[in-house]
């Protein structure tokens, strides 16, 4: 009986020796799978997280992005290109403003013309803006107001005029008629009188949100000698001002630079985000 015994629990043990790499092995096959369950369910997790993550960030972009950006169009004066406003373009993209600087030739024709042909090739630029503003010196001031007389722009925004002859200037009084000036200032700077059939003074007054910077400072005497008053060096400061003018300042500069000085920058910057000027004005 003991070595019956004996001999089936040795039996036994074989049989199970033999059974357990079998059930480690079926375990072990059940347990595979669902070890590679779980990594795909975690691996799903973070690319579902990440895919979440990824696409808020692009909805916050798209939404900065969305957000129209205001246009700053700059217009220089008699006789310079658009590279005497470059200082201002870079102060103005710095800003965030869509910045078209533009370039047109101040001498080759009349004001009339002059501001028919540059608006022409302005308006598809602008047309889909937000909100345009103007930065005009000197005689791009009335190359803008002369459009503006039989024209409307409908997302204007505001104008600030440096320097404008906004009631023209004595100078083209005195020297229009010596042929030396009028060849370099061409049949534009020759309208610009003080006489009341000049372009100046022909043109209504402004209709929209307008600020004018004017200069006290020369670096001319013989021409300041020919206008009354204080001047820039080419026009003076009563004759810079016109009619429905928002804000007026006075700064120490000259006409030929002052779009290059930083205190007419910040000034600039200013009005257009603001509708005033920083200090007092005059």
């Not at 997280?49 to 990824?54: P, S, V, Y």
């Not at 010196?137 to 002369?146: A, E, P, Y």
């Amino acid at each position: 009986m003991a070595v019956g015994s004996s001999s089936w629990q040795w039996q036994r043990d074989i049989n199970l020796r033999s059974f357990y790499p079998f059930v480690l092995e079926s375990i072990s096959q059940v347990a595979c799978p669902m070890s590679q369950v779980l990594n795909k369910v975690i691996l799903m997790k973070r690319i579902i997280l990440w895919c979440f993550i990824f696409l808020l960030c692009t909805s916050m972009n798209k939404s900065n992005h969305s957000e129209p950006r205001e246009t700053v169009v700059l217009l220089h004066g008699l006789n310079r290109t658009h590279r005497a406003m470059s200082k201002l373009a870079s102060a103005l993209e710095a800003d965030g403003y869509n910045v078209i600087n533009c370039d047109y030739p101040s001498r080759s024709a009349e004001i009339q013309t002059l501001s028919e042909n540059l608006f022409a090739s302005l308006l598809p630029r602008i047309s889909a803006s937000h909100r345009v503003h103007f930065v005009t010196h000197s005689m791009g001031g009335i190359v803008l107001r002369t459009y503006l007389q039989t024209q409307s722009i409908p997302n204007l925004g505001r104008v600030v005029m440096l320097a404008p002859p906004s009631q023209g200037s004595e100078v083209v009084d005195k020297l229009g008629w010596f042929p030396p000036f009028a060849w370099f200032n061409g049949p534009a700077g020759l309208q610009l009188g003080t006489n009341p059939e000049s372009i100046p003074n022909r043109l209504p007054p402004p209709s929209f949100e307008l600020g004018i910077i004017a200069g006290d400072r020369t670096v001319n005497p013989l021409l300041s000698f020919m206008i009354p008053g204080k001047d820039d060096g080419k026009v003076s400061l009563a004759r810079a001002k016109a009619e429905n003018t928002n804000a007026f300042l006075v700064l120490h500069v000259t006409h030929t630079f002052m779009m290059r000085n930083v205190h007419v920058i910040d000034q600039t910057k200013h009005f257009l985000k603001t509708g005033s000027f920083q200090k007092s004005e005059k």
